[in-house]
């Protein structure tokens, strides 16, 4: 399974939604991402790709887009 | 057994109630990361003892909890194991002879809640993130009968009550994936923490103990390790006191 693939279905998984509707999320403005289906986006990412993230990216983790740019710097290319 | 093929991380286990914790949960069944500030031959040779009698592992990991570069060495151990994380004991603490509040620093205070109490949150933070990817886990924060009482010094008394709170509100954020959260408040517990106690305290005290003597470690340990249990699968958000009666 691709990087894609795997960033895809944790987001589609942790906030029960569609895979289609995922690049689209952005915190807050989902029903289901909120404060508790952020942490558990975070541990489904973590899970994935087998990191441990730092509190600031878990707090900049804000949208589809952002956490790609910021699994980057987990050496994790999207 | 009450923990077989469970994986626990306990802090502070190299003497007292933490001595007692890993004994008592390899007993059960359960693998243990054996955390410890000093490293020793004889707190190895008591992980290998366990570990062979048992037929679980009990790793020793040597870290000073409050140096944030030191714990997060101690937690890239835990991870490089490939091992999912079921059980969280915090139990590092420590506690300081027994003084007035006016004869209580306030350097004193803050280095016994980096122990007692941040020192516990960034265990927790931690381990409640590696237990948050399989949705379910237990947390035991071992607290103090001082915690609720107040009946200690005022520094300690406080970061008790602090991990009371804190538990209660870990137990509401984690319920609903699958984590429970809950804390042990010993009493009068027979350990090197309460050495500095006068003999005077220690008449008072017992006193006022229905059960009339002090706390085994073990008689602790063993209602954390049923706290830890599936068997306590409905207790959440909860401080038990351990404490022979103290009414």
Redesign the interface.
């Known amino acids: 399974m691709s990087n894609l693939n795997k960033y895809v279905d944790a987001f589609a998984a942790a906030l029960e939604v569609a895979p289609d509707q995922v690049p689209s999320l952005v915190y807050g403005e989902s029903p289901s991402w909120d404060s508790v289906g952020h942490m558990t986006l975070v541990a489904r990412l973590e899970d994935a790709f087998d990191i441990m993230m730092e509190m600031d990216d878990i707090i900049d983790l804000s949208s589809f887009e952002k956490g790609k740019e910021i699994l980057r710097k987990y050496d994790v290319d999207i | 057994m009450l923990l077989e093929g469970k994986n626990a991380l306990i802090t502070g286990c190299a003497r007292g109630i933490g001595h007692a914790l890993m004994t008592a949960f390899a007993r059960e069944g359960a693998n243990v990361w054996a955390f410890a500030r000093k490293e020793s031959a004889s707190f190895m040779e008591d992980c290998q003892a366990l570990s062979q009698r048992h037929g679980v592992w009990v790793r020793p990991v040597y870290t000073e909890l409050t140096n944030e570069a030191a714990r997060k060495a101690a ?1 890239a151990q835990v ?1 490089a194991d490939k091992q999912p994380l079921d059980i969280l004991v915090n139990n590092a603490g420590i506690m300081g002879e027994d003084r007035l509040f006016q004869m209580t620093s306030e350097a004193e205070m803050r280095s016994i809640f980096d122990v007692n109490f941040f020192a516990l949150l960034e265990v927790t ?2 381990a409640t ?1 590696l237990m ?2 399989r949705s379910r886990g237990a947390v035991v924060n071992i607290a103090s009968v001082a915690g609720l009482d107040g009946d200690s010094r005022i520094d300690y008394s406080a970061s008790k009550a602090a991990v009371i709170a804190a538990t209660q509100k870990l137990a509401r954020e984690y319920a ?2 699958g984590i429970r959260v809950n804390a042990l408040a010993p009493g009068y517990t027979d350990t090197d923490l309460v050495s500095g106690l006068s003999q005077k305290v220690r008449q008072e005290t017992l006193a006022r103990i229905l059960l009339g003597r002090p706390a085994d470690p073990m008689e602790i340990a063993q209602v954390a390790a049923f706290l830890a249990s599936d068997r306590a699968s409905y207790v959440t958000g909860q401080t038990w006191r351990v404490d022979g009666g103290i009414l």
Do not use: S
């Open positions: 937690f991870l933070r931690f993130r948050a990817r609903g994936q």
